[in-house]
């Protein structure tokens, strides 16, 4: 028998072998998502950023069994979340000892400033049990929370906020979005111009304070719902730096369909419209219109697909989700200019920071943003790259 690497077997060419292996890359997909998320459920990452952890002594210490506490961190090394080192002068009894990549040191630590951890806790939980229902969900053309979780609504905040415990880890994996994102996306404009700037549903005030930050010269609030503003007031107080300087980032409740919107230069629209059908889009944006001072404006933060609809695939990921979990879905450029001009918004500026969130930035039809305060209008300046501008 010839020597070498064996045929990839009868009738099945390297071509087929190389597609057959993707394909279950693809089908194993979600094992290596519950090896991350077991590992953060777990507190793996925490345990293994106090020192190198032994595998028995970590299942001793957590209560769990010693051969599912090897085999997990044995996967996490595998996946590169772990580093496996063998140690010097181990017996035959001694396993190795696994510390944190520099991938979990940053992103799974709890104490980490850019974990990710209730993000993907929250993933882990009602995102993975709805996900589960994907066919129901495209056979049907709608939401699987009652198959997933019990709770059947046509509002999807009434599932999302389920209970106080699912509430705050919403609010906490938002957070942990916007402590990676948010700056990058606040400063696709320069949004200076703007003296007072409201964020409405903007969550524990994560993006909020952001703002306050970017832009000191302006006054910021955010409008959520009473059971979120109470959440965000108890449970996530102000930054360090915000001490002893008063209250920065203001709380004000309301529902931004039906209650009075408080006057302001700007607003932000932070992952909201996705949520919603066009229709409720519409009525938002008009209700925001009409809420405007002169030469005010919206900043939308979306993840917009490309020109068809065709990607990035991480969007169309998304997109499921909002079919899954929502009412909305995600769209493209011009889907968002169609929404805004609808609602009364005549100019929209698309720009794309670094990261998974891009920045449209519409003025009232007949002003330029920003205009009456002697300043240079910020449609058109700042970070990031114009995709393109209707007048």
């Known amino acids: 028998m010839p020597r070498g690497r064996p045929a990839a077997g009868p009738g099945v060419s390297a071509r087929e072998e190389r597609g057959f292996r993707a394909l279950m890359d693809l089908a194993h997909g979600f094992m290596a998502s519950q090896v991350l998320f077991a590992g953060c459920a777990l507190g793996v990452f925490d345990a293994a950023a106090l020192g190198p952890v ?71 939980g009602t995102t993975y049990l709805c996900w589960a229902r994907l066919a129901d969900g495209v056979r049907e053309g709608r939401s699987q929370y009652g198959r997933a979780v019990g709770v059947d609504t046509d509002d999807p905040f009434t599932a999302i906020y389920r209970s106080e415990a699912e509430r705050l880890l919403f609010m906490r994996g938002l957070q942990e979005t916007w402590s990676l994102c948010g700056g990058r996306v606040l400063a696709a404009f320069d949004l200076s ?29 955010v409008f959520e719902t009473p059971e979120v503003a109470a959440a965000a007031r108890a449970h996530f107080p102000p ?95 011009a889907e968002y200019r169609g929404l805004a001009a609808r609602a009364g918004f005549s100019r929209l500026r698309l720009r794309r920071p670094r990261g998974p969130y891009h920045a449209m930035m519409a003025a009232r039809g007949g002003e330029a943003a920003g205009a009456g305060r002697g300043a240079e209008s910020p449609v058109g300046r700042g970070a990031g790259s114009d995709v393109g501008d209707q007048e």
């Open 193 to 221: 111009p703007f003296r007072v700037i409201c964020d409405l549903g903007g969550g524990s005030g994560a993006l909020a304070r952001q703002a306050a930050r970017l832009y000191p010269g302006s006054e910021v609030t």
């Open 239 to 333: 930054p360090a730096d915000e001490e002893g300087v008063g209250p920065r980032v203001r709380f004000l409740s309301g529902d931004f369909f039906r209650s009075p919107l408080p006057p302001a230069d700007l607003y932000i629209l932070a992952r909201v419209l996705h949520d919603w059908a066009d229709a409720a889009c519409v009525a938002l944006l008009g209700r925001v219109r009409g809420a405007l001072r002169p030469g005010g404006a919206v900043l939308l933060v979306e993840s917009v697909l490309s020109p068809g609809g065709a990607g990035p695939t991480r969007t169309l990921l998304l997109s499921l989700t909002m079919l899954l979990q929502a009412r909305g879905r995600e769209r493209t450029e």
């Open 54 to 124: 032994d595998a028995a002594a970590l299942a001793r210490s957590s209560g769990l069994s010693p051969r599912g506490t090897r085999l997990l961190l044995d996967a996490c090394a595998g996946l590169g979340l772990l580093r496996r080192r063998r140690r010097r002068g181990a017996g035959p009894g001694r396993g190795p000892a696994y510390t944190n990549s520099a991938l979990a040191s940053a992103f799974l630590v709890s104490g980490s400033p850019l974990s990710q951890r209730s993000l993907l806790l929250y993933l882990a």
